[in-house]
């Protein structure tokens, strides 16, 4: 199949050679947005004008003037303001394309030009830690990423990087030890893992004996003791069931597969240190092993450290985020490293790529990004909180998603059989808690606010469903076969339909646009977007009440919308029911 474009790349290539020709030079670009005053507008005219010394007007007759392959793609073109270009597409154009998306499985989304074996670091709770709200986001923001990656055709390694190694898990152990490997057994299955943390800290904190014990422990445990491992592993295994209790509930890609934790990168770290000293790059700085990327500065003004060892043996967090980047690069073969992490983490991660880089272990054309991501908020624009005030449990807030969608879809469909309605919540609610995430610029807070995430208006995950299931109840009614209506050429009259049929072409555009920046917030307003061109395109444009071929079309114009719907909620994660 000829891959088809959204119409105003269309638009922007047909246009491009006149530009060129006025300007005098290649590589001009037309500027096509789309616009109200008609399909599309062309603003590159204004730039040409700054360049060669004249008006933009006396530009874009002159564009107009040299234009010559709008042909079959516009039906007409005009100089407005002080030198704009309004377009408007030629129907039978649009009809066109419609058909050849509509006959694509893919929706028009093209494949990457370039693919990439790709790392996505997400999620990554800590063991014997409680997963909490801050996890929600690294969950939901790489799961969309990997899936949209997949789907463009990159080759894309899914990390778990959680938390599972260092000097508290001496403590951990000599605690379980306490309570007996059942009882502790127990205690943890219940997914109380901070109960379990803050009463090893307070014995740590208590006494002395404890606090003996647990570190002859954490020597142990770095010495490769068989039984002390052993343990560890039962600690870990507890957690991660933990984690996989919620991936589950959630609907995220991760398992037990992607489990690369910091301990997995515990044999690397002597190497780190010895790499870097070879290289000349360590330096000592209060007893400490460090490194000096340039550009960093504390408080005072004076360059600041990038500390990989305390003392003989001390690794940390940053030494095992650089022995990452040697593991990811190196034995994988990566050629982009994605780090959904929070955005306090900037400096730490910044600082570690320049390390990487200053060492050679990170350089063109392979790069590492950090996806970063701010804050979950109450409606007190304070850190989320439960309502007796403790850090709000991640499996709490799913469990009341699902609560909450039920009675919003009993309210709103009475008469949807209790079994479905069971399923249909369940997409509700998660949906809605996903959409909310990811529906905001990832780089802002945002404020977690269950009404109006489950509202059946706005820029929802329900709203958007909700289209969805209702083109689904049309064809419940039509008693046509839907694949029957992918090999006709709709006719596009009216402008509902117009702007519905642009919308849904512009599915591939959206896609590009969201991997461009790793911003999954752009294929949302964009799909917020078409289910905005489809609710004021069913409001003027009769369907089935349709005469023949005027219905078919308009039938094959929902069919498609249904499917990118679909196709685009799949790719954020979230399900589309079929009726709610
Ligand atoms: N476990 C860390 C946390 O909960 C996040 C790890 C992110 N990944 C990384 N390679 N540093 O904050």
Redesign the pocket.
Known sequence: MNHVADPLVTLAARLAPAFEAVAGRTGVDPVVRPSDRADAQANGALAVAKEIGKSPREVADAVVAAANGLQGVCASIEVAGPGFLNIVFDNAFLGGELAKVAADDRLGVSLAQRTRKIVV?YS???VAKEMHVGHLRTTVIGDALVRMLEFVGHEVIREN???DWGTPFGMLIEHLLDLGETEAADHLSLGDLDGFYKQARAKFDASDEFKERARARVVLLQGGDGETSRLWKLLVGLSTRHFNAVYDRLGVLLTDHDLMGESAYNDLLPQVIERLDKLGLLQESDGADVVFPPGYTNRDGDPLPLIVQKGKGGFNYATS?LA?VIDRVERLGADLLL?V?GAP?AQHLSMVFDVARMAGWLSEPSEAVHVAFGSVLGSDRKMLKSRSGEPLKFIDLLDESLTRAEAAIAEKNPDLAVEDRLAVARMIGIGAVKYADLSTDRVRDYVFDWDRMLSFDGNTAPYLQYAHARICSIFRRAEVDRTSLRSIVPVIAEPQEKVLALAALGFDSAVADTLDKYSPHRLCTYLYDLATAFTSFYEHCPVLKADDEVRRSRLALCDLTARVMERGLGLLGIDSPEQM
């Open positions: 670091d990554a709770p800590n990087h959680i938390g985020d990452c780090y992490v983490q």
